[in-house]
């Protein structure tokens, strides 16, 4: 079983950074997309950016400029940059991994534990 384990999150003022780290227990090689989603209270799990195998990303429009995603191949691990911080922020924010097969349907779906970010000043 792969297994997901996010870190680095926490409190910040708007404005501020943090950066979130997620270590797969697997090759990251394996999965066909690597990413981050996060859940506001009371609102439904969104999708803040994907990255596929070969390396193309998909960001949401509210984190477009602000947030990059990057992976350690040899370290298998997924970090997420976030600068510029808003309050419309605050969320848990999920890893995500997943594998698909040669036709890009779900084979697999693994998500980690999630970690806080709140932004507040």
């Known amino acids: 079983q792969v297994q997901l384990v996010e870190s680095g999150g926490g409190l910040v003022q708007p404005g501020g950074s943090l950066r979130l780290s997620c270590a797969a227990s697997?090759?990251?090689?394996?999965?066909?997309?690597v990413g981050w989603y996060r859940q506001a209270p009371g609102k439904q799990r969104e999708l803040v950016v994907g990255m596929s195998s070969g390396a193309s990303t998909n960001y949401a429009d509210s984190v477009k400029g602000r947030f990059t995603i990057s992976r350690d191949n040899a370290k298998n691990t997924v970090d997420l940059q976030m600068n510029s911080l808003k309050l419309e922020d605050t969320a848990v924010y999920y890893c995500?991994?997943?594998?698909?097969?040669?036709?890009?349907?779900?084979?697999?779906?693994?998500w980690g534990q999630g970690t806080q970010v709140t932004v507040s000043s």
């Open positions: 995500n991994a997943q594998k698909k097969n040669a036709w890009g349907d779900l084979l697999s779906d693994y």
């Open positions: 697997a090759s990251i090689f394996s999965f066909q997309t």
